[in-house]
C-alpha cells in the first residue's frame, strides 16, 4: 500500500519570503511523485512530477521539488512567493504496481501575507 | 483537448434524491479516477477504471454509490439515496496509464445535500 504525509496543514508566509511544503510518502515499489495546486473553487494543477532521472525538478511558477529517497521525501520549495500562491497544495504518489491509482496527502494550505 | 469535463458544476438536492455526476475525460486517456473532496476527509479516491474497467472500487463509501464507464468518453458516478453527509466536491480526473504521466482533474462538481 502506499501513502502519503503531508507535516503541515497550514503555512503562513511573507510576500517574497522563501516557503518549503513538506511530503513523505510510504511505498513498498519504486514510486511518482507529483505536487499539485488548488486555488479557491477550482480542480487541481499539476504542478510538477518525479518519474525517474534528476533528483531536483523543477517545475511551473518557480517551484521545485527534491526527491530524497533515503528519506522518503519530496520536499516542495519556492525561494520568493506572492500573493498569487495563496492555495492549497497537495503531494501525490503512484506507481505502475498500484496501477498507476494516485494517492495524496492532507493537503498544506499556504496563506502569503504582505 | 478542452481537458477533463465534468457536469454539472453545481448540484442541489433534497435528502432522498437520486444524484448522477458526469464526466468526459481527456481523449487518448485510459485511466479515470472519481475523488471526493471535503474539509473533514480531504481528498478521497473513490474508484478508478483502466480501459473502462473497475480496477479499485475499496473507496465507495457505501452501496448508495455507483460509478459507471460504459465507454472511453463517458463516466457517471450515480448516489441513490442521497443524504446530507455526501454533501462534497466531486472531481473526475484522467491518465494516459501506458506514458505513466499525471492526473489531469476536471474542475469539479459541488454537491449539496439538503
Known amino acids: 500500500a502506499q501513502s502519503v504525509t503531508q507535516l503541515d496543514s497550514q503555512v503562513p508566509v511573507f510576500e517574497e519570503a522563501p516557503v518549503e511544503l513538506r511530503c513523505n510518502y510510504s511505498s513498498s515499489v519504486s514510486v511518482y511523485l507529483f505536487w499539485y495546486v488548488q486555488y479557491p473553487n477550482q480542480g487541481l494543477q499539476l504542478l510538477l512530477k518525479?518519474?525517474?532521472?534528476?533528483?531536483l525538478v523543477k517545475g511551473i511558477n518557480g517551484f521545485e521539488a527534491e526527491f530524497n529517497k533515503s528519506q522518503t521525501s519530496f520536499h516542495l520549495r519556492k525561494p520568493s512567493v506572492h500573493i498569487s500562491d495563496t492555495a492549497e497544495y497537495f503531494c501525490?504518489?503512484?506507481?505502475?504496481?498500484?496501477?498507476?491509482?494516485?494517492?495524496f496527502g492532507g493537503g498544506t494550505r499556504v496563506l502569503v501575507k504582505p | 483537448d478542452a481537458g477533463v469535463i465534468q457536469s454539472p458544476r453545481h448540484e442541489v438536492t433534497e435528502m432522498g434524491q437520486e444524484v448522477t455526476l458526469r464526466c468526459k475525460p481527456i481523449?487518448?486517456?485510459?485511466?479515470l479516477f472519481w475523488y471526493r473532496q471535503t474539509m473533514m476527509r480531504g481528498l478521497e479516491l473513490l474508484i478508478y477504471f483502466n480501459n473502462n474497467v473497475p480496477i479499485d472500487d475499496s473507496g465507495m463509501p457505501e452501496d448508495r454509490f455507483s460509478a459507471k464507464m460504459p465507454n472511453a468518453s463517458f463516466s457517471t458516478l450515480k448516489i441513490q439515496p442521497s443524504e446530507p453527509r455526501d454533501s462534497a466536491v466531486y472531481f473526475c480526473?484522467?491518465?494516459?496509464?501506458?506514458?505513466?504521466?499525471?492526473?489531469?482533474f476536471g474542475q469539479g462538481t459541488r454537491l449539496t445535500v439538503v
Open positions: 481523449s487518448g486517456h485510459n485511466s
Open positions: 518525479y518519474l525517474s532521472g534528476s533528483t
Open positions: 501525490a504518489v503512484s506507481s505502475k504496481a498500484a496501477g498507476n491509482k494516485l494517492t
Open positions: 480526473a484522467s491518465s494516459s496509464r501506458s506514458e505513466n504521466t499525471e492526473a489531469f
